[in-house]
T-cell receptor
């Protein structure tokens, strides 16, 4: 099994550009989340989903959109990139029981 | 609202010494608690989890943590540090409701001196 796959691994954007960070899992997990990691701030929840067709906002949702059309995929869209969105982004999935979350390897995004 | 606080952004120990990383939680309902480890330029890996079955939880790589309700703590320990333990460690709390959100502390970077 591949687990949680994130693409791309690295990306540089110009301010104002849009892009989509891809996340796919092959474990048939219902729960998926997007986090951003910034130095000294731990991981902050951007958006999460409790199943296909159901999404909700986390702690820092502004500037990001998500959708969940299938169980496997949970893409994160940056609508108009800003330097404040420079960060490392992690996608994670869980079966929703006591198993905890499985994380992808991350996408390092730089906005210039 | 649920939250976790990790005391100490950096902890430095000598190889062979006891490792103690502190985590306190805030939750109005019985929490599920987790410790994750992140090695440089990698994702997060689950070390151990507390899900109310036992207060002393053993994880991978010789780590363990004890849930203390009276102290609202879930500290991570390892009797003898190895150089390979150098990493960042995150405590997280999860509320077993319909959202199943995982909320993280700010992390503690463990440095191991030879």
């Amino acid at each position: 099994n591949a687990g949680v796959t994130q693409t791309p691994k690295f990306q540089v954007l110009k301010t104002g550009q849009s892009m989509t960070l891809q996340c796919a899992q092959d474990m048939n997990h219902e729960y998926m989340s997007w986090y951003r990691q910034d130095p000294g701030m731990g991981l902050r929840l951007i958006h999460y989903s409790v199943g296909a067709g159901i999404t909700d906002q986390g702690e820092v949702p502004n500037g990001y959109n998500v959708s969940r059309s299938t169980t496997e995929d949970f893409p994160l869209r940056l609508l108009s990139a800003a330097p404040s969105q420079t960060s490392v982004y992690f996608c994670a999935s869980s079966p929703g029981t006591i198993g905890g979350y499985t994380f992808g390897s991350g996408t390092r995004l730089t906005v210039v | 609202a649920q939250s976790v606080t990790q005391l100490g952004s950096h902890v430095s120990v000598s190889e062979g010494a006891l490792v103690l990383l502190r985590c306190n939680y805030s939750s109005s309902v019985p929490p599920y608690l987790f410790w994750y480890v992140q090695y440089p330029n990698q994702g997060l890996q689950l070390l151990l989890k507390y899900t109310s079955a036992a207060t002393l939880v053993k994880g991978i790589n010789g780590f363990e943590a004890e849930f203390k309700k009276s102290e609202t703590s879930f500290h991570l320990t390892k009797p003898s540090a190895h150089m390979s333990d150098a990493a960042e460690y995150f405590c997280a709390v999860n509320r077993m409701d319909s959202s199943y959100k995982l909320i993280f502390g700010s992390g503690t970077r463990l440095l191991v001196r030879p």
